[in-house]
């Protein structure tokens, strides 16, 4: 079975500017969490969807966005992109919406913002 | 508000020893913990988890505690190698569905 994919693996952007972020799950998964990780602050939850309903939120300004697909593709979007958006974002796959199950995440996508 | 502090931050030992990473956390009312290893500028690779209503779990050399009273889990891995090296991070489903509240990792370097 195919892993968890994330396209592009690098993004280069200038502030002002947005961005998508797109994540396939394993095949069956419905539910698709997305992290912003950083030196800082470590790994912070964004927000996750299950059955392409946004379930849960994280403390994150209205500039991050996400959507699911009926197929449990996501996309993550942010807007007027600011240099704190400088981070790895990867996002995570699981078969329920529980909280039960082992998460599995992808190699993530590479942001910078100049 | 859950919180995940994991000790120590970093660890250096000889190839061949067994070592325990230590993590804890503040609220008990948790669905399941997970351990995952990070190496440099990748994603995270799954190695255990383990439900709330278990008290551990193997996989190989590895092997992770739960005890929820205390609020604490260990992973210890047994004759470590070269190729144990990396980032261990773990994390708790705390307060609703998927969300993973993560410790800030222990960084392990195997050294020859």
């Known amino acids: 079975k195919a892993g968890v994919t994330q396209t592009p693996r690098y993004l280069i952007k200038t502030r002002g500017q947005q961005v998508t972020l797109s994540c396939s799950p394993i095949?069956?998964?419905?539910?698709v969490s997305w992290y912003q990780q950083t030196p800082g602050q470590g790994l912070q939850f964004l927000f996750e969807?299950?059955?392409?309903?946004?379930?849960n939120k994280g403390n994150f300004p209205g500039r991050f966005s996400g959507r699911q697909f009926s197929n449990s593709r996501s996309e993550m979007n942010v807007s007027t992109l600011e240099l704190g958006d400088s981070a790895l974002y990867l996002c995570?796959?699981?078969?329920?919406?529980?909280?039960?199950?082992?998460?599995?995440f992808g190699p993530g996508t590479r942001l910078t913002v100049l | 508000k859950q919180e995940v502090t994991q000790i120590p931050a970093a660890l250096s030992v000889p190839e061949g020893e067994n070592l325990v990473l230590n993590c804890s956390f503040t609220d008990s009312a948790i669905y399941n913990l997970q351990w995952f290893r990070q190496d440099p500028g990748k994603g995270l690779t799954s190695l255990l988890l383990i439900q709330s209503s278990q008290r551990e779990q193997t996989s190989g050399r590895l092997n992770a505690s739960l005890d929820k009273s205390s609020g604490r889990s260990t992973l210890y891995i047994a004759a470590s190698q070269p190729g144990d090296s990396a980032t261990y991070l773990c994390a708790c489903v705390s307060g609703g569905y998927n969300k993973l509240i993560f410790g800030a990792g222990t960084r392990l370097a195997v050294h020859p």
């Open positions: 095949s069956g998964h419905r539910s």
């Open positions: 995570a796959s699981s078969f329920s919406g529980s909280g039960g199950d082992t998460q599995y």
């Open positions: 969807y299950f059955s392409e309903t946004q379930r």
